[in-house]
């Protein structure tokens, strides 16, 4: 999994947004009131309302700390809710999987009667796992009314994850301390590394299963394999112990807010119905860049590389859906179906169409390359940079390329989908831009479409502007997790954002070829400095698709 900021800094930096928010707000508040009264004594008058606002803005505070009502499904009170999380001492469930569930728990989206059990091969108290846990829980604020609500609803479980007697005893403490009055829905999250995936599915399967009419669910994190033919060994071994519909292969980037948004743009948006294709296409760009290398992490990351950890999972899983031909509806099924169609039309990957590099240390020497990890292995092949240029061998797409690039060290983070259109020639000529739709995954989310328009004034003058949608001045509202989106919709059995098995192999055939001959020393990666842009010869190969217009710039900074 790529690194990222841990839960509590991503609270913090939220914290710091609505507080900015809040600042807006109160201006804006006290402007209004001050346009609409017009009193005389201006100061006076803002004197006497800020005893109101201050009492209405201690409700809101209280109202914040509060757990929020109910906005689950009844079905979830059906019966007793318990999640299991394998791997409960580990930084993936302290940093993500616990800080998920913690807000899903406040917002009212899981049960206030559900229980929570960390089970892990750690000899902890349920105070230990709490002290592991709880930095990552309202911002690191333990004071916070609704961490002990939250630790309230949580125990723990010592077991082994190659030992189906520990499942055993997961099961027996589940039926006493929870199920007394009849079998519960349970969710398991793996959060283990995958060499435990198919021994603690086994023993789920074999000793901890929820009774019927209840039902169990399997949450498994990625790498699903290296390749092909690991990945179908996978399949093949978990079919054995659970069913497909046991098993949610979580992708983070399918609860992404603005990739959740993708299939919504497309199909309920009928100005865009007739120009998705390569009539109207020229290219379309899925770009993933992070400022930072490996951090001391280099030996996991030399394992995977940048191609198995975002290129052939988060960023082909984007590709689908705005490739994909429209569902027949929005059935779970009926989605992932036309996902795994557009993926077996996709073209391996291609040398000659690949673009590898490998970070050097940065220009001002002050962080190290790649190879001066001490964690990296000597003259290790492993690239930090891969721009793949793929092609979709269908009616609709046939001749557009769609360009995937990830990065490391590289000048700036952001996760950007770029569609640009084709030139309009008549009657302006090429004294105009392409138009180009944006879509912005992170930071700063939105959604703009360039436009050329007429300079105002006395002028026959062009320039390029935008409509915008900015979801940090258009809503005003704090964007979920991906992983708080994706463990509710575990929760509630909606699958449409998890990866099925005929997917999964679709998404590695595009790419096994290719990461064959990489692992092979078949292709070396070129070397680029910390924090430049990558290697030169990416730019070059990329701008025989796309036009870039250097002029624009997009006026993010608005709120």
């Known amino acids: 999994m790529s690194a990222q900021p841990s839960q509590a800094e991503l609270d913090f930096q939220s914290e710091q947004y609505l507080r900015d928010k809040k600042i807006h707000h109160i201006l804006n508040g006290v402007v209004c009131e001050l346009v609409h009264k017009k009193p005389d004594d201006v100061l006076g008058f803002i004197a006497s309302i800020i005893p109101k606002m201050k009492k209405e803005m201690q409700a809101a505070e209280e109202e914040k700390n509060a757990i929020a009502a109910t906005k689950y499904p009844k079905s ?28 899903l728990f406040t ?30 829980l309202a911002g690191g604020n333990a004071d916070d009314p609704r961490v002990a609500a939250f630790l309230a609803r949580v125990n723990y479980v010592k077991g082994q994850y190659t030992d189906v007697a520990s499942f055993a005893v997961l099961d027996g403490y589940i039926k006493k301390n929870i199920e007394m009055a009849g079998p519960g829905n349970r969710l398991f999250y793996l959060a283990l ?12 399967s074999t000793a901890a299963m929820a009774v019927a009419p209840a039902w169990t669910r399997v949450i498994i994190e990625k790498p699903f394999g290296r390749d092909t033919e690991s990945s179908a060994q996978l399949t093949r071994d978990l079919s054995t112990v659970l069913d497909e519909k046991h098993i949610y292969r979580i992708d983070h980037y399918l609860g992404k807010e603005m990739v959740q948004n993708l299939i919504t743009l497309r199909f309920s948006n009928k100005m865009f119905a007739h120009v998705w294709d390569k009539s109207c296409i020229d290219n379309v760009q899925i770009s993933f860049k992070e400022t930072i290398g490996t951090m001391g992490r280099g030996g996991y990351f030399d394992s995977s590389g940048i191609i198995r950890d975002v290129l052939q999972n988060h960023l082909l899983q984007v590709m689908a859906l705005l490739a994909m031909e429209k569902p027949k509806s929005l059935d779970p099924e009926a989605v992932r179906d036309e996902k795994v169609a557009v993926l077996s039309h996709v ?5 000659e169409d690949c673009v590898l590099g490998q970070y050097t240390r940065s220009l001002d020497g002050k962080h190290p390359g790649y190879l001066e990890d001490d964690t990296v292995p000597a003259g290790s092949n492993c690239p930090t940079f891969a721009q793949t240029v793929l092609w979709v061998d269908d009616d609709r797409w046939y001749g557009v390329p769609f360009i995937l690039k990830a990065a490391k060290a590289v000048e700036k983070k952001e996760v950007v ?8 020639i008549r ?42 949608l900015t979801y940090g001045s258009r809503y005003g509202v704090q964007l979920p997790d991906a992983y708080e989106s994706l463990i509710y919709e575990a929760a509630v ?26 692992d092979a020393g078949e292709i070396k990666p070129e070397p680029y400095p910390f924090g430049t842009r990558g290697p ?14 250097p002029e624009y710039k997009w006026p993010h900074a608005r709120l």
């Open 76 to 103: 979830l009170d059906e019966r007793p809710l318990t999640v299991v999380v394998l791997g409960a001492s580990g930084d993936l469930a302290a940093k993500k999987t616990f800080p998920a569930m913690f807000k």
């Open 536 to 549: 030169p010869i990416a730019d070059d190969r990329k701008q025989t698709f796309y036009t870039r217009n």
């Open 417 to 424: 989908i770029r569609i640009q259109f084709k030139p309009e």
């Open 493 to 518: 059995g909606n699958p449409t954002n998890f990866v099925r098995s005929d997917e999964l192999d679709a998404a590695w055939k595009v790419y096994t070829p290719l990461l064959h001959k990489i």
């Open 427 to 468: 009657p302006f000529g090429h004294t105009v831009n392409r138009n180009e739709l944006v879509v912005r995954l992170q930071p700063d989310e939105a959604m703009y479409v360039k436009i050329n328009a007429k300079d105002p004034g006395m002028t026959n003058g062009i320039h390029t502007t935008e409509l915008d």
């Open 193 to 204: 590394p995958p060499s435990t995936f198919f021994s603690a599915s086994k023993g789920i």
């Open 107 to 136: 917002q009212g989206l899981l049960p206030p009667s559900v229980n929570v059990i960390g089970y892990a091969r750690s000899d902890l108290t349920n105070e230990a796992l709490y002290a592991k846990i709880r930095p990552g």
């Open 347 to 351: 073209r391996p990957a291609a040398v």
